[in-house]
């Protein structure tokens, strides 16, 4: 479970407070994090993987204060809409790295890239990830990611209104908590909080989290929400 208590969040650089006492709960299985573009998804994520800290207000997974966490502890994988890699590198060698890093032998560790890539049907693990266009881009970051079982999966305005494709992605993680942070109502799913100037303002399911979103006039509701 996560929970975020009171978190208020404002970077030094600027006067702005985008997080201005959020209070919500995220529980097992599916969550939504529906909130209008540009208000603050990416944040979330971020404070969630304590690569930034909140200015007030503490933030819990699993009863343990984020910040006290280690990374490598964390058991959190986070994929946001555009995934980095190492450019120059190949296939095999991005979807191997997090092997890699647990000093995971080199052969065992690219055989399992290896079986990652045939598991979703990407080819050529030799080619340069500087070659790949976006949408391959996000398979080997799924790939990447799925080397490792995970606790907690973060997507961070990742399939575009593609509510099949999220699905689908949603089910090659389903023994893992996942979280989708978008601006778009048709990809609320599960236990659904709606974010509001900088705060929580309804948390329950889906299809009325979807009917508040759309009396909140967000540009990302005029899409639609079927």
């Known amino acids: ?3 975020f208590r009171d978190v208020h969040l404002r970077y030094h650089y600027d006067e702005f407070e985008l997080l201005k006492g959020a209070t919500f709960t995220l529980n097992d299985g599916i969550n939504t994090v529906l909130c209008d573009a540009q208000s603050g998804k990416t ?3 971020r404070l969630l993987i304590a690569d930034v800290k909140p200015t007030e207000g503490q933030i819990f997974v699993d009863g343990k204060d984020v910040q006290s966490i280690t990374n490598s502890n964390l058991d959190i994988l986070y994929l946001p809409s555009d995934p980095v890699f190492f450019e120059g590198r190949s296939i095999l060698y991005n979807v191997a790295y997090p092997l890699a890093v647990r000093k995971v032998a080199r052969d065992v560790r690219n055989g399992v890239a290896a079986e990652m890539c045939e ?3 990407i080819t050529d693990c030799k080619q340069k990830m500087r070659k790949l266009p976006i949408d391959m881009r996000k398979r080997v970051a799924i790939a ?3 080397t490792v079982s995970r606790k ?3 997507w961070d305005d990742f399939w575009e209104g593609d509510v ?3 699905k689908q992605c949603l089910a090659l993680f389903e023994d893992a908590t996942n979280v989708i942070f978008t601006s778009d109502p ?3 799913l599960g236990n659904t909080v709606v974010m509001d100037g900088g705060v929580a303002v309804f948390q329950g399911n889906a299809d ?3 009917q508040i979103a759309a009396g909140l006039q967000w540009l990302a509701c005029q899409r639609g929400t079927d």
Do not use: N
Request: charged content about 25%; proline content about 0%.
């Open 144 to 146: 990447r990611g799925a």
């Open 43 to 45: 944040s979330l994520c």
């Open 186 to 188: 048709r990809l609320a």
């Open 208 to 210: 009325d989290a979807k």
């Open 164 to 166: 099949q494709a999220a």
């Open 1 to 3: 479970m996560i929970e």
């Open 119 to 121: 598991r979703f049907s």
């Open 152 to 154: 907690y999966v973060l």
